[in-house]
C-alpha cells in the first residue's frame, strides 16, 4: 500500500474533459487497489486470528485415562519404528537414506492415508555439496490449518555416534503417536471440518478446517563447527519453501499461514529431563501450559512410571536464552513455535553413549502418554468416529 505521507497533490484539475476523466479513473484504480490490499490483508489476518484462538478439546478425566492406558505399552514402538533409526545417519549417507525410507515406509503403512513428500535439495558444507532430503507428511493437503510436529532425523558426523535421543526418539515418538490414533485420524482425513458438532454437553460447535503434519529435518546437524550456514540445512531450506509455495486451498496465501504451531522435539529419550517454557513471541505458551497440566493429571491419576513429582518434565521454569535448533528459521517468519527440547542437555549429548543402553524407557512411556493426549486434544478427536 503507497505511504500517503508522501502523495503529492496534482493541484487543481479539471472536473470534465480528458484529462479530468483520466485522473479520477486514475484516482478509482488507486482506492480500488487500496481496499483489495486492505481486504487481503483482513482476511489473512482472519486466519491468524483463527490460530491463535484456538482451543483445544479437553479429555474428560476417565476419558484421559483410558487414552493413555491404550498407549502405554512402547515395546512395539522400541522393537520397530526406534531400533531400525539407532545407526549413523549423516545427510548423504546410506545410513540416512536407510532411516530415510524406514521413516516413509511406516508413514505409508498407516491406514489413514498420509500424503508424503521428499523435499530434496543440495547445498554446500565444509566437506562439499550434500544432497539432504526432508520428509513432509500431511494427513489432508487441502485443510486450511495445521498442527506440526517436527524432529531432525540426521546425527552429527562423529565416528560412532547414533544420536538416540539426538534425534531418533522423537522421530519415533511421532511415528508412534500417528500410528495409535491411525483409526481416529484416518476419519477426520476427509471429514468437512467445518461442519458442526455436538459436544459432550450438548451444545453445538462448529469444527475447525484443520489437519496434522509431520516433518523430518535432515542436516540440523553441523558438520564442523555450528554456524548460519553449517546448520540446520533442512530447516532452513524448507522454511523458504513454505514461505513461497501458494497454500493448497488458497493460492493468494502460502503454505506458512496455515502453521498453526510447529511442535519441535528434540533430545528426548534420557532420564530426568526438564522442558522449560521458551519465552518465544506468539500465542505458544498456552500449548507449553496445556502439556504442564497433562503431566500434572496424569501425575495424580497415577498413571506415569518412575515419576516422583507433579511437574517432573514440564516445570515451568521460565527460559529467556537462545537454543539454536530447526525452530529458528520458521520462529524468523512468525511461525508460533512449541520446542519441546532437555535443558539442560542430557548428559549423552554429542557422545558416543548416546545409544540406546543410556535411555530410559520409562520416560519415554511418559512422554509418549503426555504427546498422545495434547494431538488427541488439540485435533479434537474425540469427535472422531471410531
Known sequence: ????????????LPSSGPTGKMVRTAMLLFVGVCVLLFVREGSSGDWTEEKNNHKLRKLTESKLEKLVK????????????????????????????????????????????????????????????????????????????????????????????????DSAVPCALMLNIVKNLDSQLGSIKNKLRSNTCIKEDGTSCKEPDLTLQLIFFDGEEAFRDWTSTDSIYGARHLARQLEEKPHEQDPSRKMLDGMDVMVLLDLLGAKNPTFPNFQFRGSAEKWYNRLKDIEKSLHAKKLLDEHYSSNQYFTGRQYNGRIED???????????????????????????????AHLDKPTTANLNKILTAFVYEYLHLASARK
Not at 500500500?1 to 487543481?12: A, K, L, R
Not at 533409526?85 to 515406509?105: A, D, F, S
Not at 539432504?132 to 546425527?155: E, G, M, W
Not at 520446542?339 to 548416546?354: E, G, L
Request: hydrophobic share 35%; proline share 8%; with cysteine.
Open 326 to 356: 530447526d525452530h529458528i528459521p520458521f520462529l524468523e517468519r512468525g511461525v508460533n513455535i512449541l520446542h519441546v527440547i532437555s535443558a539442560p542437555f542430557p548428559p549423552q549429548w554429542h557422545r558416543s553413549t548416546d545409544d540406546e
Open 70 to 165: 491404550d498407549v502405554a505399552n512402547i515395546d512395539d514402538m522400541w522393537e520397530k519404528l526406534l531400533r531400525p533409526m539407532l545407526k549413523e545417519r549423516v545427510p548423504g549417507t546410506p545410513g540416512n537414506q536407510m532411516v530415510r525410507q524406514h521413516i516413509v515406509q511406516q508413514l505409508n503403512n498407516l491406514k489413514a492415508g498420509w500424503t508424503v513428500d521428499e523435499d530434496r535439495f543440495t547445498d554446500s558444507t565444509p566437506y562439499g555439496d550434500v544432497e539432504f532430503v526432508n520428509i513432509i507428511a500431511t494427513l489432508n493437503p487441502q485443510a486450511k490449518r495445521h498442527l506440526t510436529l517436527a524432529c531432525h532425523y540426521d546425527s552429527k558426523k562423529l565416528k560412532g555416534f547414533i544420536g538416540a535421543t
Open 1 to 12: 500500500m503507497p505511504n500517503f505521507s508522501t502523495y503529492e497533490s496534482p493541484g487543481v
